[in-house]
């Protein structure tokens, strides 16, 4: 009897299944579109939880077309950002690495509003209180030398740049529901135009802040990052869904039945064993924007609060379906890097606020 022979089941595309570095992801690509019109492809957001929404069916292909449906809903908590600096990237030999930056005025007058506190007023600026560094401040607000903004940006135009990007910071302080008042910085890109217009757009908007209206629209599908909910140590029959051994088996039934041949000496690293559950970097593709709002025009937050989370008092986004992540994790948005090309419009007849706390 010949052997049997079949591919692999199940994609290798998320291995390892290790625990992500940090809470915050990072995105390592944006997309290339062409356009002349020049505007940023990333935001980021705190998810507050789920709720439900009535809309209606715009689909002319859906057999519910033209009536109500019922959709699971998740928002997110999306504050303004402020533009910090603005990075220019060029190609080597060794690939695409940074050739300058310019950085806005981080004085203590900017940056009001933006962090909770400095570095401890003049004593860190001056490195006099002991144990704090006077190159910082407020955390992660690096302090920058006085440079001349102009002769920084004629500077970064002499190089040949590539690509020219962003450097963006979050604002915790106005989001109530989370523990950290920290500001995130990270990295957002730009598109449209050539890489001198560019680099005039971001000038003009140094150290300016910017909402979510300005990077996304209603109806837009894009891309989220984020780490999902970490579930710790768990056996391989929770973490790959393997088949259970029979009840015959004469040790264990919730493990793999065979680690491997002799031939091979060692146990190979698809062979799908306990480990890590959760806490993974992931990337929702295509997530569909129903709602772009604030809480002063309409309501979004349930009677009680969202559950884990509280209250939504600042600009949020009603995503269709779910997103990595527990309430109060931070999520990133980019522009879909896959796009479908679909678009349609969006109208909601009835958003629920009803309690989520189960009475």
């Not at 860190?124 to 006077?134: L, S, T, V, Y």
């Not at 757009?201 to 109806?219: E, P």
């Not at 679909?342 to 009803?354: A, D, G, N, R």
Request: proline share 6%; charged share 30%; net charge positive.
């Amino acid at each position: 009897m010949a052997d049997k022979s079949k591919p692999r089941r199940g994609s290798m595309g998320y291995s390892p299944r290790k625990r992500a570095v940090r809470q915050f992801p990072r995105i390592s690509s944006w997309p290339e579109q062409e356009s002349s019109e020049i505007r940023i492809q990333g935001f980021s957001g705190w998810k507050a939880g789920m709720t439900h929404i009535m809309m209606r069916d715009n689909n002319p292909n859906s057999t519910s077309a033209g009536q109500e449906i019922r959709k699971a809903v998740t928002v997110v908590e999306a504050p303004p950002m402020k533009v910090l600096a603005v990075r220019g990237y060029t190609n080597t030999p060794y690939g695409m690495q940074t050739a300058g930056e310019v950085w806005a005025d981080l004085s203590e007058s900017s940056l009001d509003g933006l962090m909770p506190r400095l570095a401890n007023d003049t004593k860190a600026k001056n490195g006099e209180d002991e144990g704090i560094k006077p190159e910082k401040r407020g955390g992660r607000i690096p302090i920058r030398k006085k440079e001349n903004i102009e002769e920084s940006f004629e500077a970064l135009k002499s190089y040949n740049l590539c690509e020219v990007r962003l450097i963006v910071a979050t604002q915790p302080k106005l989001v109530r529901s989370i523990p950290t008042k920290i500001p995130e910085i990270m990295e957002v890109g730009l598109v449209g135009g050539d890489e001198e217009s560019r680099l005039e757009w971001a000038k003009n908007r140094l150290g300016d802040f910017i909402s979510i209206d300005d990077v996304f629209k209603v109806g837009q599908e894009i891309d989220v990052v984020g780490v999902t909910k970490g579930k710790g140590w768990q056996g391989s029959i929770k973490r790959w869904g393997i088949k259970l051994l029979s009840h015959k088996n004469s040790k264990r039934r919730r493990q793999g039945g065979n680690m491997g041949d002799f031939g091979t000496a060692y146990v190979r690293k698809t062979i799908r064993q306990a480990g890590q559950v959760g806490y993974h970097k992931r990337t929702e593709l295509n997530k569909r924007i129903l709602r772009i709002s604030n809480p002063e025009e309409s309501e979004v937050t349930p009677a009680g609060g969202f559950l884990h989370y509280g209250e939504v008092r600042n600009p949020y986004v009603v995503f269709q379906g779910s997103l990595p992540g527990p309430a109060k994790r931070m999520l990133r948005f980019r522009d879909p890097i896959r796009p479908k090309n679909t678009k349609s419009e969006v109208e909601i007849t009835y958003l629920s606020t009803s309690s989520k706390q189960g009475v």
